[in-house]
């Protein structure tokens, strides 16, 4: 009977050390599991690493282009506004001149001019949502008016003085947009076309040179003191 008891009690006390193990182990494996939720909250906080990275490279060019977007597209719209009105002054001067090298000149406008506003400064209109001028501005239509009504010498005194005076304004505002604009596409137009400006000043200067037509106004004053 005794050692019956004995047993029985050696029994108990190893199911209650088991017990009381599992008890310990149990409690424990939160803290000891890799995977367990304590480490959830840290993998959110990679996400917005990525989302101030991507937005702000883009987001402060944007607002302080804004302005000249606008500069862009004023330049654009006057470019092809005056390109057409070189062409239309070049097509009446191949009609109206009785000299070879102002009739030279004026049909190298027409070509020239045309394919800058076809190959280069329609397509960047079209980027820069720009409409297409309907034709020369108001100054340029009252030039075109006023050399309807001439002919012979004075005709080409008054075209060669314009398109000095035109080549000269272009080639400034086409040198200062290149220097400005931060837009590839328009530089690139705005570069080349201050180049094509500047060998057309170049041709004119001396066309000018070959009529003795005064290109600077003086002319005009000491006639008007007559």
């Known amino acids: 009977m005794k050692t019956s008891h004995i047993s029985r009690t050696r029994s108990t006390g190893r199911i209650f050390l088991c017990s009381a193990t599992l008890l310990l ?20 906080s990679q996400q917005p690493q990525a989302s101030p990275s991507m937005g702000s490279p883009e987001s402060s060019p944007g607002t302080a282009s804004t302005g000249q977007n606008f500069s862009d597209q004023a330049f654009v719209a ?29 049909q190298k406008m027409v070509s020239d001019h045309t394919q800058m506003g076809d190959k280069w400064f329609k397509p960047v209109a079209k980027q820069l949502g720009v409409s297409e001028p309907k034709g020369p501005d108001k100054k340029e239509k009252k030039l075109i008016a006023k ?11 008054k075209y060669i003085q314009a398109m ?11 040198t200062e947009e290149a220097q400005a604009t931060q837009d590839p ?10 180049n094509i400006i500047q060998q057309h000043l170049q041709l004119i200067e001396q066309v000018a040179k070959n009529h003795n037509v005064d290109v600077d106004g003086k002319s005009k004053e000491v006639s008007s003191t007559k």
């Open 25 to 44: 182990t149990s409690a424990a494996a939160p803290a000891q599991s890799p995977g367990g939720a304590p480490q959830q909250p840290n993998m959110p």
């Open 78 to 106: 006057k470019a092809l506004a005056g390109g057409d009105a070189e062409v239309q002054l070049g097509q009446l001067a191949e009609q109206k001149s009785q000299s070879d090298d102002v009739k030279q000149f004026a």
């Open 164 to 174: 000095v005076k035109d080549h000269k304004e272009d080639l400034k505002n086409f």
């Open 185 to 194: 596409n328009v530089k690139q137009v705005a570069q080349q076309g201050a």
């Open 147 to 157: 050399l309807e009504t001439l002919s012979g010498p004075q005709f080409d005194t």
